[in-house]
């Protein structure tokens, strides 16, 4: 296949305006927005890492006010919060002598699920389905959710008293983990002087419709990606899997993820094909949280801070899968 395709090229423009209609509400944050809305297109979920006040719950109302039709809502975890008041109930209307069903949050298409960790293990897992299945199951009764649906779940790392740790196998239902942060301080200033008056979502107005979006995920699957650069994304993931620090690696659910997420990424980026580079960016946010380190790793990150010990993780893997190019020419040269 060519590296310009007709069928990717029309859909580009229109992923870019979703971009930049977003950046106008969320700003400087272009790489994490980018991020967010690979998962969008990919039909993945997203954990934000994050504290309070960086912008999480304007980003989903910003993303479903982007697009005509769709529809947002959100969940504040708490301890006493149940799996019906996420996924809804079913009713016994007086008046009509009948259980009637009574839709939860996650009927929508962009949910935010804020402090997931401050759940019990029993409302975190009514989540499972929906993330996985795209639907719920209520009283024997299977009932599909919108599409298109994202769950933006957060976590904040600074409290961690009187919280339930998600287990690996629900940590594993997320396509990518990320962190906002703070803005810079020409940004935090141009947020500041934007609220004077009214916020800016009151100003957002839908730049496409949920068709639009579904067209766009279709387009994914239409992006190029060269055979051995899809070939070194799984060399890459089974690298994780012999890294030092690490008992158990990334799945296969983690070579799909990425291989999925860098399309998304290169479609965002007004591209037809697949770089190495795209890669590279995507590997920690898609691949590290499906990784189960050994507790010398995790003392180890703890001293030193995790960004620090997540870049050497990411080098390491990269010496053990280096590019394709890399590759060719030391195998060019150990053959000679």
């Excluded at 912008?55 to 809502?73: C, D, F, M």
């Excluded at 287990?167 to 997320?174: N, S």
């Excluded at 070194?232 to 291989?259: C, F, K, N, P, Q």
Aim: with cysteine; glycine share 6%; charged share 25%.
């Amino acid at each position: 296949m060519p590296l310009t395709d007709p069928r990717v090229g029309g859909h580009v423009e229109l992923a870019e305006t979703l971009l930049a209609n977003v950046e106008t509400v969320v700003l400087g944050k272009t790489e994490e927005i980018k991020l967010v809305l690979s998962a969008l297109l990919c039909g993945g979920h997203v954990l934000l890492e994050d504290v309070p006040g960086t912008a999480k719950t304007i980003l989903a109302r910003a993303i479903a006010g982007s697009v005509e039709g769709a529809t947002n809502a959100r969940v504040q975890c708490t301890p006493d919060l149940q799996p019906t008041d996420v996924t809804g109930l079913s009713v016994f209307n007086q008046r009509e002598r009948d259980f009637e069903f009574r839709p939860g949050p996650v009927f929508a298409n962009v949910v935010l699920v804020d402090e997931i960790n401050r759940a019990m293990p029993k409302t975190q897992s009514a989540l499972l389905e929906s993330m996985a299945e795209q639907q719920v199951t209520i009283d024997g009764v299977t009932r599909a959710l919108p599409d298109p649906f994202l769950v933006l779940a957060t976590e904040n790392p600074i409290e961690q008293e009187g919280t339930f740790p998600l287990p690996e196998a629900q940590l594993d239902r997320f396509f990518l983990r990320t962190a906002l942060g703070y803005p810079d301080e020409d940004d935090e200033v141009r947020i500041v002087e934007q609220q004077l008056r009214t916020h800016p979502l009151s100003r957002l107005h839908p730049v496409l419709s949920v068709e639009d979006v579904r067209t766009l995920r279709d387009a994914v699957h239409d992006v190029y990606i060269d055979p051995l650069v899809r070939r070194w994304v799984i060399r890459l993931v089974r690298a994780t899997r012999e890294a030092d620090g690490v008992a158990i690696g990334a799945s296969v659910r983690g070579s799909l993820a990425l291989e999925r997420a860098a399309r998304a990424w290169a479609l965002l980026d007004g591209r037809e094909y697949v770089t190495p580079v795209d890669v590279e960016q995507l590997l920690l946010p898609v691949v590290m949280h499906r990784i189960v380190f050994t507790p010398s790793f995790v003392a180890e990150a703890r001293e030193i801070g995790w960004t620090e010990a997540a870049a050497r993780f990411r080098a390491e893997c990269l010496e053990r899968a280096p590019r394709p190019g890399e590759q060719l020419e030391a195998e060019v040269a150990a053959a000679s």
